[in-house]
């Protein structure tokens, strides 16, 4: 494993700078200080003031003292280790948003959910309208976010559905898990869905398709018609900067792509994009297995620098989502509302034939896992990789791993497995895990975030934005709280983090996943100069508030920007109505 702190991938400005604030550092060695040094994208001490003017006096630097932060709060930047930026950048900035989340797109525009179907319907129209207004019909219409379980009045959203509001132009709509889309009939003949398919993926009633399709292998074929309107990779730069602009202006210095490869390689693109200062963000890139072999996962190892690291792998192609209804559950068990459990795509088999190379060749591996029947699967998979090449030094990693057990926990233990849960699902699902997916006492231990602390097992925390939208500090506040936005509803109080704790998950934590917690994660001497500057401090407000802080500047390798709201003015202090 690499345990050096890869090369610069920009030039960091040379000039050292004394900065003062409050810092909470994410170091359990020096949890707080009031001043930070910085010199060359880098932390290069950490104290209070005084004893950083002795330090660089001792050491003859020439420095500049900045206090504009010495009333705010100084946290880690923050890091996402699990995400997809391109399909999020790409979605965002060009398919029809038709969800029932909101979300902020492109220039900070609400994109407003759609919780009825009167609502959603209406939407659609606008969207069907404008396609053709523009001259598109009969081409796809690309539209994003459905959940049908967030819809108030149980509408089935299928092909009737979509077929009433549009039958002359081919439609694929995919849902915000990105494990189903639902597509019209013209869309379905178009691809060629057809009864001959996997039932299982290619879903049906009556003996008739429902234009519902789960999972990748068959997605895909929609998307190889060029079902999805990627545009030009002029485009795709476009809408990466304008995404991380977003994302920065959150707090985030690092995001991942946890799965590389999908629909096309960006690996060209993020190189091009770790050029660019005007791109705000570091990227750790997992590249997706099978579809890279052992020279192309070590040319990327090889390749990486501070601004675009490839060290770890994912693989994604195991079970689906339980909101999707297509996360596998353990034998026997059905679905709340008693849906059959969702299938694996491969056998046990094809799987380890799909991983094994590369944990012989020791990389750490992140798998895509949901139900608890999958991690029984993957654990049974890694204990027998461990078995037949024993790699000490791996981070095997499940990623979400929402329904683990207990006993599946002290398995993880046993083996070495690190998992990444979900922050945002209790927020958005809770609901309705509690009435259709789980049930009312299984949704209290879904994404088991206290437990994992007790067991000793490192976890971080996630929002897969583009299944819901990147925003570390409410992602924080989903895991303090556990309470979902639409009831206020509380799911599993016992499984709330503490401040501290939420905020270790979405910095430290998640370096830990990525294996750089030597390089960013927290505020130490050594690290890179990656900075969150909040107008309160998460650890001391009502575990309420935490999602309403407002990130005033972020600092990406000693570069800082204070950041203004959408209408050029900075945020106003005053304004700030949070309880300290
Ligand atoms: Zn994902």
């Known amino acids: 494993m690499n ?7 920009l030039q960091y400005r040379a000039e050292t700078v004394l900065y003062t604030g409050h810092f909470v550092t994410v170091n359990e060695d020096q949890p707080r200080a009031t001043a930070v040094v910085v010199a060359n994208g880098k932390i290069s001490f950490v104290g209070t003031k005084e004893q950083a003017e002795t330090y660089l006096s001792n050491e003859g630097i020439d420095y500049h003292l900045d206090e504009q932060f010495a009333s705010k709060t100084i946290v880690p930047g923050f890091i996402e280790a699990h995400m997809h930026p391109l399909g999020a ?40 309208q404008a396609h053709n207004e523009a001259g ?124 590389m490869g999908v629909p096309q390689n960006p690996y060209p693109l993020y190189q091009a994009l770790s050029q660019m200062p005007a791109f705000k963000a570091r990227i750790a890139a997992y590249p997706l297995l099978p579809n890279f072999q052992e020279q192309e996962l070590a040319h990327y190892k090889e390749q990486s620098n501070d601004r675009l690291f490839a060290t770890k792998v994912k693989h994604i192609a195991t079970d689906g989502s339980i909101q999707g209804f297509t996360a596998v559950l353990k034998q026997g068990d059905k679905y709340y509302n008693g849906r059959e459990s969702g299938h694996f795509q491969y056998s046990a088999e094809t799987t380890y034939d799909n991983v094994f190379y590369a944990h012989k060749l020791g990389y750490s591996i992140s798998f895509h896992c949901n139900g608890e029947g999958c991690t029984e699967a993957l654990l049974d998979l890694i204990e027998r990789m461990q078995n037949e090449c024993p790699q000490p030094n791996v981070r095997h990693c ?40 789980v049930g009312p006492e299984r ?35 989903g ?41 960013i994660g927290s505020i130490e001497v050594g690290k890179l100069a990656d900075l969150a ?11 309420q508030v935490v999602k309403d802080i407002k ?15 959408e209408h050029g003015t900075q945020h106003d202090e005053t304004t700030a109505t949070l309880t300290v």
């Open 3 to 9: 345990k050096h702190t890869l090369k610069p991938g």
């Open 89 to 128: 950048a790409l979605f965002t900035a060009r398919f029809a948003y038709a969800g029932q989340i909101e979300r902020t797109g492109k220039g900070g525009v609400i994109l407003p959910a759609s919780l009825t179907k009167e609502a959603l319907q209406a939407k659609l129209n606008a969207f069907v």
């Open 136 to 259: 598109k019909q009969g081409e796809w219409l690309n539209l994003w976010g459905l959940d049908p379980l967030l819809l108030t009045d149980e509408t089935a959203v299928d092909r009737d559905f979509l077929d009433a509001i549009c039958a002359d132009s081919p439609i694929f709509y995919m849902h915000s898990s990105c494990h189903v889309a639902v597509f019209n009939s013209m869309a379905i003949e178009k691809v060629g869905f057809s009864l001959e398919d996997n039932p299982a993926f290619v879903f049906r009633k009556d003996n008739r398709l429902t234009g519902e399709v789960a999972e990748l292998p068959d997605i895909m074929r929609a998307v190889k018609l060029g079902g999805f309107d990627m545009g030009t990779p002029e485009d795709a730069v476009a809408a990466m900067l304008g995404y991380a602009d977003s994302t920065f202006r959150l707090g985030v210095t690092t995001m991942s792509d946890c799965g």
């Open 398 to 437: 499940l990623e979400h791993n929402q329904m683990v057990n207990p006993q599946q926990m002290d398995r993880m233990k046993k083996l070495g497995v690190v998992h990444n849960l979900f922050g945002t699902h209790i927020p958005y699902w809770g609901d309705v895990h509690a009435t259709q997916t």
């Open 443 to 477: 949704v209290k231990t879904l994404n088991p975030f206290q437990s994992s602390i007790r067991k000793g097992i490192p976890f971080a925390i996630h929002c897969d934005d583009v299944v819901t939208q990147v925003n570390p500090l409410f992602m924080m506040w």
């Open 479 to 519: 895991a303090m709280n556990r309470q979902c936005v639409f009831s206020g509803t509380v799911y599993g109080e016992d499984e709330c983090l503490t401040a501290e704790q939420a905020l270790h998950a979405v910095t430290l934590g998640a370096a830990y996943l990525m294996e750089q917690e030597h390089m």
């Open 533 to 543: 500057i909040l107008e309160h401090d998460p650890l001391q407000v009502a575990k």
């Open 551 to 565: 990130v005033h500047a972020t600092m990406l390798g000693g570069d800082v920007t204070v950041h203004r709201s």
